[in-house]
């Protein structure tokens, strides 16, 4: 947290179960709202990665952690209007994201509901994963469908693929590997960033 918010103003987070994800992260809820009301990290916008299964149950507590996002997954949410109308109390995007393996096109049956989307172009879970490019053709079918839409792209992200990303018409990119593996993060940062705005 401390390194990211020397050169961002987001810091994205993954949540998982051991179950849905192959991870089981740390931190509960309650603890990361203690840490975000720490006056070193005031102003710093965290989004959440729920990849987890029921995410409904759970939502309500990291929404208290103060999180300006909250990216739960197709694959595992039962009720969109529950989820929508709990980020929209707690003055939170709602993003809906999808795995590798989930077909694009059931991301339709939410384009009027859902302004933000994800594209997980690696499996759910650890770190340092390949890009999938299968996701390249999920991110154009997106763009295309729905162009107002703003698409976020986790997984695998380098510079070679941030730019294959941006191409095909995402706005948003998440890195942790290439980012915090290497000798000068904020450069990295500084690179990719470069790529996508």
């Known amino acids: 947290m401390r390194k990211v918010k020397d ?4 810091v994205h987070v993954d949540i998982g179960d051991g179950k849905f994800a ?5 931190g509960t809820p309650e603890e990361w709202q203690k840490l ?5 990290f005031k102003g710093l916008n965290v989004e959440f990665h729920l990849m987890i299964q029921a995410p409904e149950t759970v939502l309500d507590a990291w929404l208290r952690t103060g999180a300006k996002r909250i990216i739960v997954h197709l694959e595992t949410m039962t009720d969109s209007v529950y989820v929508l109308e709990k980020c929209k109390k707690h003055g939170a995007e709602a993003v809906l994201s999808i795995g590798p393996k989930t077909e694009v096109e059931r ?3 939410h384009e009027h509901d859902f302004k933000r989307f994800q594209i997980l172009a690696v499996f759910p879970g650890l770190q340092g994963q ?9 991110i154009k079918f997106i763009r295309e469908k729905m162009p107002s ?3 976020e792209v986790d997984g695998g ?3 070679e693929t941030a730019k294959l990303v941006k191409d095909a018409g995402a706005d948003i990119v998440v890195s942790a590997s290439y980012i915090f593996e290497s000798l000068n993060p904020k450069e990295m940062y500084n690179k990719l960033a470069n790529i996508i705005l």
């Open 149 to 151: 839409a703003i698409i």
């Open 7 to 10: 050169f961002s103003e987001w």
């Open 157 to 159: 992200i380098n510079l």
């Open 36 to 40: 975000l009301s720490e006056e070193e």
């Open 22 to 26: 192959s991870i089981v992260s740390w």
């Open 107 to 109: 991301l339709l049956a």
């Open 130 to 138: 390949k890009f999938q490019q299968e996701a390249l053709q999920k």
